[in-house]
């Protein structure tokens, strides 16, 4: 059991020396968002106090304080994450990166960016393409800062092609518990230099140190792009589309996957039906968004052709094109406005985010349709089918908070069971953070969940770091932990 | 069978679209384009009367070569043939002229019985075309239209959306109409229709294609506006910015500030 | 033709048989004031029946005269009456400019008569100047989404027509005239003749948080708002301030608000006294619609364009200023 000390007046003077006056806030000054992410509904808790670090020594400067104090530390980006991984559970400091957003240096000859950790997706999007780069991991979330997507290890729709965060990972500066500074990696293409620690501190959730500079892989950006929207009776067919379209040497950039369902939610809450509801004359049942990249507008066009001749022999209703930057424009807010959507008809939801095997995803779906018939509860999902990666929401729409707590308890315990026999994995990208512990701990297994244990030790002896998140027990009891707020 | 006439535009991106502080001229080059998005919408409202009542569906445009990419755009999605007008004289015209040329242009097709057009488009942004074109085509007009009921005996019924409510209303053909875009959002084009559309051919015609148009009514010479001067927006002296360190503290000194005026 | 031959301004009263729109009396206010550079004489035109107290309102805007059309096809509003009486009048009486509301009728029917008068139109100018060595007036308004202001003229033809929108200028009577012309016109025009006619009519439920032309207090919310998610704290913003939401027009564009909550040139010009914008970047024809007593901008951009025109400007997250505006209001309402 883990016990922390509060910070007391003199260790607060202490981190004031540090940061300075302003970007020093003491209980009473935190802002109180301070106290959850995205998902509220597992609960607030707010940190004693909190700082906006800007550079590595000053994040050294501050563990070494909080180490010798035995304070804990929650280290916070944007906040927009779905799993209280930013979520101050003992309390403590909360050390915020926000203002670490600094694009460092482009190494043009090795296609590498020099960033800080606050810096956000969309910045670094922005920015990369007006050097005629691109940063290919390409997750929902574009006001996430890239440092939390690497401590969650984020996909999104991209990663059927190019892969996930992790893969753009070169090289890390990182702060340990202790506020010892190490360097981790090198920018360079290929490893084969012992553990790699690299590896172990990205998707690890602030729970073995604090990032405080990264270096990320950059390609060239693609010179075209083009969607295709493939609409089909029903799920089956949809997703039995997916691997043909790998098969078929397609080499797509995304499949992303939208049943009739979120595509109705999606209308109603855009006003502007872009995903259609119908065609000839047949029900849309589910559709899948196919998107190329290429160098002209032929070698696209050609991918075009192919893609319609097998989704023709796949029993598609149609292929839609989406090539005109105002159509572009459409299709991507409406799928970027997915969980905007289904957030908008409810009082709260709650989610998950698993991967299964992509010939299962049918399979997983229908039980989940049922689990939420059973219980009465309306389920949203939408989802990278071309990963297997699915978004699951489930909307409280009228129950109250307690009634529908009990009731996705029931669901998500099944579900993720489930999951498990399908031989499928807990999260794709939303990570673990506090609320999916007990799911990754059935999932993995004793053995395993004792390891990571083991290693998160190894970083963190007293346990300061981030408390209570992925593989750390030592508040589950409820000891140490703070009443939520 | 109905004739259908889309009246449609390209346009530069106006987000993209900057001003020389030298010379004062807009800068355009390399701005990219896109069909007026309001055009769409007219094509939408079209495209649905064709699937309904049946119909053939002429587009036309006035403008530079590259306009072509718009008409194909509108094949795809549901044109049956295209008219471009095209020629230098033809250029820097306002809305005067290039209703009097898409007239005498739409004339060499024969008559219409529906015209659709955009409310406005986004780079003039007069909204003037819509009435001037009514007017030339000696057609009754129907602006803001929200939903078309039927198409018969010679007479449309159809519903706006007016300030205050909703109107029915009922005019002879031919009739020219402009929809709410709510209404009538656009759609995908069909891979099959847009791989077509791409080889489809267009009809160009300039100056010298079009019978009886008289020269002096295109293009500038035809124009009754126009601008000369165009400079900068003069920004007044900036307000006080407040800079405290912090948004607690700015709006703390931001309600202090306010605390003497009505206002609040 | 001689431009010399056209004189005088006009000014187009719409009204619907029981008040006049408020945009006529506007306008008759500011050309009031163009007819003194330019010596013209200003004269209000009516068509159909007018109660005499509206009638009143309009002489009190300093007309010189009005004209009273009469006849067949004025019961209600009809493009082709409306079209075919200003063509009549305009051949007779050689106006210099005529000026219409930009409503949706004005802007249906007066470009129609001006291709028929084979004349120039202008719409939606903000300002209105007079160019002595021309003889012609300036029409002034944001182009290309407000990056530039451009001037616009009719150089050659005869008589100049702008249609101006709704609350441009202000209704801002300066008194009657001793002597007000009084023109009678008679001018039939046979109803059978007219192309298209209400044949029913649905009136709007009112909705008062879409009527923010009139209101006092305005939180404008811009395209800097992250999406919808996000609006509801404007809401409760402007809830407590008593106030409205408003927005520009990319958030119409993105379907998060109704297009007649959009504030500017081409949307509802607004006259609060309190105005807030939030991620508001400021292009001209978003501020050309704002007349407030009080401007507070907020935007993430030091550089953004919406700092010159407020009285009070934070640089800072939209979001967290709003939060901290509410924590504050709502804890001394308590």
Known sequence: MATYNKITPEIAAQLRAVVGERRFFGKDDVDPNYSHDEMPIYGRYMPDAAVDAETTEEVSAIMKICSANKIPV???????????????????????????NKILAYDMDNLAVRLQPGVLLKDLAADALTHGLMYPPDPGEKTATVGGNISTNAGGMRAVKYGVTRDYVLALTVVLADGRVIELGKSVCKTSSGYSLLHLMIGSEGTLGIITEMTMKLIPSPICDVSCLVPFRDVESCIKFVPKIKLANLDPQSIEFMDADIVASSAAFTGSPIFPERVKNEDVGASVLVTFVGSGEDELDQKMIRLGRIAKEADALDVLVVATSSNKKSVWAARSGFLTAIEADTKLIDEMDVVVPVDKIPAFLIHIRSLGEENGIRIRNFGHAGDGNLHIYCCSDDLEEDEFKRRVKIIMDKAYAKCAELEGQVSGEHSIGHAKMVYLRESVGEDVFGLMGEIKKVFDPDCILNPGKVCDVSLTGREGRRQPC | MLKILVCVKQIPDVDLVKMDPETGNLIRTGVPTLTNPLDLNALEAAVQVKERLGGRITLITMGPPTAESTLRECLAVGGDEAVLISGRPFGGADTLSTSYAIVKAADMKGKFDLIFCGKESLDGATGQMASQLAERFNASQISCCCGIEEVKDGKIRAARTLETGIELVEATLPCLITVEKDKFCGRLPSLDNYLAAKKAPITVFTEND???????????????????????????????????????????????????KAAL | MRKSDYQNIWVYIEHDGKSAA???????????????????????????????????????????????????????????????????????????????????????????????????????????????????????????????????????????????????????PTGRKAEIEYIEEKIDFDPAAIRCRRVGFIPDESDPELDIANADCIVCVGNGLKDSEHLERYRRLAGLLGGKIGCTRPLCDRGILPSKLQIGQSGVMVKPKLYLSFGVSGAVNHTAGVDADLFIAVDKNPDAQIFSYCDYGIVGDMDEVCDELIARLSARKE
């Open chain 1, 74 to 100: 929650t280290c916070r980006g944007a906040g927009t994450g779905l799993v209280g991984g930013c979520v101050p559970l003992a309390g403590g400091l909360v050390l915020c990166t926000r203002r670490m």
């Open chain 3, 22 to 172: 408020p945009v006529g009396l506007e306008l008759c206010c500011e050309l009031r004031k163009l007819c003194g550079k330019t010596g013209d004489r200003l004269y209000a035109v009516i068509l159909g029946r007018l109660p005499g107290e509206e009638i009143e309102k309009v002489r009190e805007c300093g007309v010189d005269g009005i004209i009273q059309v009469s006849g067949t096809g004025y019961e209600a509003f009809n493009i082709d009456a409306w079209t075919n009486a200003f063509t009549v009048l305009s051949r007779k009486y050689k106006p210099s400019a005529i000026f219409v509301g930009g409503t949706i009728d004005g802007r249906d029917f007066a470009p129609r008569f001006a291709v028929r008068l084979d004349t120039g139109c202008t719409s939606d100018a903000m300002e209105l100047d007079y160019d002595p060595e021309t003889g012609d007036i300036q029409f002034i308004e944001p182009a290309v989404g407000g990056k530039i202001m451009a001037v616009i003229t009719v150089p050659v033809m005869r008589p100049q027509i702008g249609t101006i929108r709704p609350g441009t200028f202000q209704y801002a």
């Open chain 2, 210 to 260: 079009i019978d009886g148009l008289d020269l002096q009514k295109i293009g500038v010479p035809g124009s009754g506006t126009i601008v000369p001067k165009i400079y900068p927006p003069e920004l007044p002296e900036p307000g006080q910015i407040i800079r405290t360190g912090s948004v607690r503290t700015d709006v703390a000194r931001l309600m202090e500030l306010l605390a003497g």
